[in-house]
């Protein structure tokens, strides 16, 4: 079945690197855009970044811009953040999803399905 | 950026209770936004796409409506399994933002 599994969370001290991966499964990885999304612990869900299906275009959340990188190895079929100069804001649990799409009317609709269970990120000393 | 801005942060309903949560967009979205469930400790489910199309295996008691600015979720009739926090997702140009939640609690 269409699966995302998450891992490489753990705690990590300020100002240090974390890299994540997402091991997608069951649906044709290469032909669909990735989404990061993360929750610290009791707030809201937060967007990160976006890679499209080719790896073409990224996007990511002003929050992140300049110290996190998304990417993808299609032949694996699996995604990745780099988080490099953490803070403890950064701590979360952070989901992997895949975007699918349809046209509806004269624009292309956008949502997350399937999201991964996530991975939990602490920064700390 | 576009901010959502999502009311109310909480409400209590009983079970068979009708249900509206509200977002606003800080400008003109069209139609690009979607709606999502989540319970303690599971990843987010999404329920509506395109502003009020139903997303598959979602019961009818969901559904969606609005454009542009302000958005609207409705439960028609609140079960039991419907106790979650609700999140609203705008996907305009390029950027994608969630509303804050809205915690559906048992009164």
């Known amino acids: 079945q269409v699966q995302l599994v998450e891992s490489g969370g753990g705690v990590v001290q300020p100002g240090r690197s974390l890299r994540l991966s997402c091991a997608a499964s069951g649906f044709t990885f290469s032909s669909y855009g990735m989404h990061w999304v993360r929750q610290a612990p009791g707030k809201g869900l937060e967007w990160v970044a976006v890679?499209?299906?080719?790896?073409?275009?990224?996007y990511y959340a002003d929050s992140v811009k300049g110290r996190f990188t998304i990417s993808r190895d299609n032949s694996k079929n699996t995604l990745y953040l780099q988080m490099n100069s953490l803070r403890a804001e950064d701590t979360a649990v952070y989901y992997c999803?895949?975007?699918?799409?349809?046209?509806?009317?004269?624009?292309?609709?956008?949502?997350?399905?399937?999201w991964g269970q996530g991975t939990l990120v602490t920064v700390s000393s | 950026d576009i901010q959502m801005t999502q009311s109310p942060s909480s409400l209590s309903a009983s079970v068979g209770d009708r249900v509206t949560i509200t977002c606003r967009a800080s400008?003109?979205?069209?139609?690009?936004l979607g709606w999502y469930q989540q319970k303690p400790g599971k990843a987010p489910k999404r329920l509506i796409y395109?502003?009020?199309s139903l997303q598959s295996g979602v019961p009818s008691r969901f559904s969606g409506s609005g454009s542009g600015t302000e958005f609207t979720l409705t439960i028609s009739s609140l079960q039991p399994e419907d106790f979650a926090t609700y999140y609203c997702?705008?996907?305009?140009?390029?950027?994608?933002?969630f509303g804050q939640g809205t915690k559906v609690e048992i009164k």
């Open positions: 400008q003109g979205i069209r139609n690009d």
């Open positions: 395109a502003a009020s």
């Open positions: 999803a895949r975007e699918s799409h349809r046209i509806v009317g004269a624009t292309m609709s956008r949502w997350f399905d399937p």
């Open positions: 890679i499209w299906y080719d790896g073409s275009n990224k």
């Open positions: 997702l705008q996907h305009n140009s390029y950027s994608w933002t």
